[in-house]
């Protein structure tokens, strides 16, 4: 599976300053940005890359994800499941770029898993990467098929 996702922002790896993960979010019915998840997997060479990539787009303005704007999902907003001590911070990134990445599964309105990485899709526009292009599994009731 692949959708295409608005790239918002990055986080620095804890080696040192090269972008550690893209994170990336999708416009919901209602026509908010929400954070889905992060792509990470990136050779180091092109992670120091992707700091002057993305330079242009880092923006100190208002973005949907900082201060009280109206996304449900913002990254940062929790802390980690694995890791209480980790820094979620990110880089709040003009949401203007948009990227094709791989997927496995949804659980809830986020990816399950990091995503894979395929390539920038400059060809889209950002108001089009919604959860409406998702492939979602048909839901089932699980007493009703066990019948209890």
Same mark, same amino acid.
């Given at each position: 599976r692949t959708a295409d996702c608005v790239v918002a922002g990055y986080r620095l790896h804890a080696s040192g300053p090269v972008v550690g993960s893209? %994170?990336?979010?999708l416009y919901? &019915? $209602?026509? =908010?940005?929400? *954070? !889905?998840? %992060? $792509? =990470?997997? @990136?050779?180091?060479a /092109?992670?120091?890359a992707l700091i002057d990539e993305l330079a242009p787009y880092v923006t100190g &303005? =208002? *973005?949907?994800? %900082?201060? &009280?704007?109206g996304s449900e999902r913002k990254p940062g907003g929790e802390p980690s499941r694995w890791n209480r001590g980790k820094d979620t911070s990110f880089v709040p990134l003009r949401p203007e770029l948009v $990227?094709? !990445?791989?997927y496995d599964h949804m659980e809830g309105s986020r @990816?399950? *898993?990091t995503v894979?990485?395929?390539r920038? /899709?400059?060809? /889209?526009e950002p108001e089009s990467c919604t959860y409406g292009q998702l492939e979602r599994p048909v839901a089932f009731d699980l007493a009703t098929v066990l019948g209890s």
């Open positions: 893209l %994170v990336l979010g919901d &019915d $209602a026509g =908010a940005l929400q *954070h !889905v998840g %992060v $792509a =990470a997997s @990136f050779p180091m /092109r992670r120091a &303005d =208002a *973005h949907p994800w %900082v201060g &009280d704007g $990227a094709e !990445v791989g @990816f399950r *898993h894979q990485w395929k920038w /899709r400059p060809d /889209r």
